[in-house]
């Protein structure tokens, strides 16, 4: 009986009979070893005959309990051609025929043993060759004769290559986003969270002439800003971390003031080595497997000092608190179709410029306020979800202007066609002795149309309305920075901008970005600011209505220099008009 693999069926089968005790013989494979004789007085063991294996039985030696297999199988596995096929699924004594129908009909298995016999499956009566077409197979392809092309290997990938970034000034210990193997750390405050030192400097420094008309301010100039980010690493997940910008004092930059009715005609030395962010930051879980020498299945980030916090892009929250913070991240809920969340709790005792709460002389106050909030991002519904709530206790002579805030909001894409945020962001509870109240909503929608080049070529629409007086948590400028061009200034020469603040108003902004072949960018944009009395006499006015047209151009020099130009026009009904015109030079590190 000749035994005949031909696809992963016969080869199951065979499989199946070595477990109850057949030895079984692949062609042109490995041996497969039996785990005990089948019966009492009958083994097994191979012969070649014609590139075939054949089983036999014959009486069982004294001595013998497994089969011997007495020559090695072939390297090359056999072809029809070298198969000569049983025309029986039976031998004289005991026997296998496996074979397989092209309808799928199981193998007639037999075998027999003296008066002991196991019934057959029912099937085809005897196996059947198979055409084997020789031109099917080819061999692998040789470049012997090819040069090989740097080139052509790099166009595989669309002709991407490696982006030269600029290093971090100064770069000392481990290199930043360098590639492996890296090298081992220091035990010093556990093996399982090894000190890594490292000292980085990054950041940038500002140069801009601007000739800006406020209305009642004309002046021209040239200013210079630097930021320094001082990153201290200790660990892999633990690090100090400071800002300065030396060249500023209280918000006025290092400047020299040339033309302009209102123009100083003189130059101003600002300096100050205060820093603006100085905090500590790291994870509890790791810090606990370093001192425990155990790993830990939780992850608890935190933060404490002159901490930067920021929140919904910082329309709801950006400033540095004297404070801390901590989250509990990598949350899911597979019923709550929840993919990912975190939880962030924050707090602050001092330098907070939450915006509804104003000092003697009507600036937003930094000190004598405390913060206490919860903010929480959530991946669901095929978008996500940002909430929070916040609360401003002011203290001494400003106790008066304690208030609540909270916001939600929700982002994703709707059909392939629009990218859309939908905000609310609402202050309430005030009561001053003095002055408005500082409490009212806000709901702002922001929109961008995905086109054919969904990075280059970018049209948006961002619209506001504010019913009475809503203010962020924690910021100095209003809501409405993020809304469009006309409604940011460049914190460095004081260029014109639209009211931020979008109380008792609505508008919005609606323009075009292109960033060509991602190369340079252009921005142009119109915008308009209106009062909401002229839907209701009951809201009274803050700004009069306001409209700006706004242009923005960018170009990077180099890996470390960019060139930035901005102009703007704006219409004011209650304020003289206002224009401004500026060209920036900025060298990155």
């Given amino acids: 009986m000749t035994l005949y693999l031909r696809n992963s069926r016969d080869l199951h089968r065979m499989l199946t009979a070595a477990t109850i005790g057949i030895p079984i013989i692949a062609i042109g494979g490995p041996i497969i070893e039996p785990r005990r004789v089948l019966a009492e007085g009958l083994y097994w063991e191979s012969s070649r005959e014609n590139d075939v294996y054949i089983p036999r039985s014959s009486e069982r030696p ?37 074979a397989d129908g092209n309808d799928g009909a199981a193998n007639a298995v037999k075998i027999a043993h003296d008066d002991h016999e196991l019934p057959a499956k029912h099937g085809r009566s005897s196996p059947r060759a198979v055409d084997y077409d020789r031109s099917a197979f080819r061999p692998d392809p040789t470049y012997r004769d090819e040069a090989y092309s740097p080139e052509a290997q790099v166009a595989i990938y669309g002709g991407k290559t490696e982006v030269v970034a600029q290093r971090p000034l100064p770069e000392l210990g481990r290199p930043f986003y360098t590639v492996g193997p890296l090298g081992h750390g220091t035990n010093l405050v556990g093996r399982k969270n090894l000190l890594i030192p490292h000292l980085y400097g990054f950041g940038d420094w500002r140069t801009a002439v601007a000739f800006n008309n406020n209305g009642a301010d004309e002046r021209a100039q040239i200013a210079t800003r630097l930021n320094l980010d001082i990153d201290l690493g200790l660990t892999a997940t633990e690090r100090l971390h400071a800002l300065f910008q030396p060249l500023q004092k209280d918000g006025a930059f290092t400047r020299c003031e040339f033309a302009g009715d209102d123009s100083l005609q003189d130059c101003e030395l600002e300096f100050d080595l205060d820093p603006q962010t100085l905090f500590f930051e790291g994870d509890a879980a790791a810090i606990t497997a370093g001192l425990t020498d155990e790993y830990q299945n939780w992850d608890l980030p935190f933060t404490a000092g002159l901490v930067p916090l920021l929140f919904q892009n910082g329309i709801w929250v950006e400033d540095a608190i004297l404070g801390g913070a901590f989250s509990i991240p990598a949350m899911n809920s597979p019923t709550l179709d929840i993919s990912n969340a975190d939880v962030t709790v924050f707090g602050a005792f001092d330098q907070v410029n939450a915006n509804g709460v104003t000092d003697a002389n009507g600036n937003v106050a930094n000190s004598n306020v405390n913060l206490y909030g919860i903010a929480t991002f959530i991946e669901t519904l095929e978008g996500y979800i940002e909430a929070g709530y916040g609360y401003v206790d002011a203290e001494d002579s400003l106790s008066d202007q304690d208030y609540h805030s ?98 008792n108003a609505y508008g919005g902004a609606i323009g075009i970005q292109h960033l060509f072949d991602l190369d340079q960018q252009v921005v142009l944009e119109f915008a308009a600011v209106r009062n909401l009395e002229d839907f209701s006499e009951s809201f009274e006015e803050v700004v009069g209505n306001q409209y700006a047209l706004s242009a923005r151009y960018q170009l990077p020099l180099s890996n470390a220099w960019l060139v930035r130009a901005d102009a703007i026009y704006a219409v004011r009904e209650s304020q003289d008009d206002a224009a401004g015109v500026r060209t920036e030079l900025r060298f990155k590190f």
């Fill in 62 to 98: 004294e001595e013998q309990t497994a089969p011997v297999y007495k020559e090695a199988l072939p390297d090359r596995p056999p072809t029809v051609s070298t198969i000569e096929l049983a025309t029986s699924p039976t031998i004289d004594q005991a026997g296998i025929a496996l």
């Fill in 406 to 503: 909270a916001t939600a909001a929700f982002t994703r894409r709707y059909g392939g066609k629009i990218s859309n945020s939908l905000r609310l962001v609402g202050s309430f509870g005030q009561d001053r002795d003095q002055g408005e109240d500082q409490n009212g909503l806000m709901i702002l929608a922001e929109n961008s149309l995905i086109t054919s080049k969904p990075y280059q070529f970018v049209p948006y629409g961002n619209f506001f309305v504010g019913f009475e007086r809503p203010v962020p948590l924690a910021r100095q400028d209003g809501i409405l920075k993020n809304t469009g061009i006309a409604f940011e200034s460049d914190a460095l020469t004081g260029f014109p901008f639209l009211n931020d603040t979008g109380q």
